[in-house]
């Protein structure tokens, strides 16, 4: 079976209601992203910090996966499927797609505030490693029950360590047949210093209404939205 990496960011899940965040009403033009998406905004107000993440929580629950979601889903009928995504809502996994890395956290899971990490990301680089899926969103005077500290949205804040899994991520740039980058402004690192590697890919696609990653010379950009574009696409891969 051929290998599709599927690489993609806040604008897969645009379409379902999820909004993006350097979009013009996006996110960060709501948020100061030093109060809500940082361990200092975290530090100096907790409360402002839980309550972002449980309108998010709430939000994504009403969200359903798109056209996209599903194209990309329906790919792992004829091919082996690697999702990396930047997103933090599930809506790749409510839409079938099997095999997701989320880079930057998981809206339905809670961890310990003490779960700094740095590399290697074993369990024993953490201070805590407590972490656990939420059936509601995390509220101030919720304890970890390892260690009383409290407890935390399980995402990534600026300054906080990204897991890459390096062993991983290189194989997945080793064997990639395809790979498809979508709904990213590739800004954030270390996750946008991933497109260039996935650039030795054979076949490349680029899915994005503003395309503003800058190497896409020998990629096929496809100028769109995610749900106009990735099942076009996914119908010609799948013939
Ligand atoms: C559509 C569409 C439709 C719209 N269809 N498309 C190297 C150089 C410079 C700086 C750094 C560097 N390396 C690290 C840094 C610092 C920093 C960083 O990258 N800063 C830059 C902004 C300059 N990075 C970090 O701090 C990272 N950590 C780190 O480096 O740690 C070092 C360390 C090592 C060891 C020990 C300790 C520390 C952490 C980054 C964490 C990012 N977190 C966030 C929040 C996650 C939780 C949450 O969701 O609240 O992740 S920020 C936000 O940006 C979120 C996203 O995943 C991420 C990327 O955004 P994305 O997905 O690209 O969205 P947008 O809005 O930017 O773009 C949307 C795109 O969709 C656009 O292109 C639209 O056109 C398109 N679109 N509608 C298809 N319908």
Redesign the pocket.
Known sequence: MKKIVVFS????S??SGIP????SG???EQHR?ED??SPEGWERNKELVLNF?QQ?YLKSLQCRPNP?HTAIAQLQQSFEVINIT???DTLLERAGAQNVWH???R?DYQKCELHY???PYDDSSFSCNYRAQIASPTKLGDLCPKCGSQLRPD????????DMRQEYLDEQVETADIFVG????????????LLPLFGRAPQKFF??????YDKLEDYEVLEG???EQMPRLAAMLLV
């Open positions: 960011g806040a604008g897969l645009a379409e993006t965040f350097r979009d996006g996110l960060w992203i809500v998406a993440y998010r996209a930047q997103n933090i880079l930057h956290g809206i990490s740095i590399p995402v990534v804040w600026f300054g906080e360590a990204v979508i709904g990213t402004s590739a800004q954030v690192y270390p996750a946008a210093g899915i994005d209404p503003h395309p503003a939205t995610a749900s």
